[in-house]
Structures are given as C-alpha cells and as structure tokens.
C-alpha cells in the first residue's frame, strides 16, 4: 500500500453520505472507501481502454448539445 497520500475535497453532503454508508462494514474510513472505489474505476478504465462507458460518453455529449457546446 502506498504511504505517501494527497488531500482531495469533496462536498460535505457527500462525506457523509459515505460515512453512512459505510456504518457497519470493514472499511476504515472515508478516505479509505474513496481511494478504494477510484482504484476500481481506474482499473476498469485501463482494461477498457476508456475512461467512460459508452454511456458515460453518450450523456456528456448529450449535455454539451444542450448547453450549445457541440452540433
């Protein structure tokens, strides 16, 4: 495991919606939670080959359209 660590913010409401929702389970910490699900997604995402799914990709170009970004 990997010693030195880095200090990233996210919004209070979600904080403590992964507090909650690891009450009662093996994970430590919040901190440990988040560094856990992002190692998943990035390993996905070097499988794949791709940072998004497909749909993922769909809904961004969706919004850019609609803010007037794209064609």
Known sequence: MEKESMTVSIPASLYKK???????????????????????????????GE????EDEEKVKERLKALGYID
Request: aromatic share 6%; no cysteine; glycine share 2%.
């Open 18 to 48: 992964i507090e909650e929702a690891i009450k009662g389970t093996d994970v430590a910490s919040v901190s440990s939670y988040v560094a856990k699900v992002l190692r998943e997604k990035l390993s996905q995402a070097e499988k794949t």
């Open 51 to 54: 940072a998004f799914s497909k």
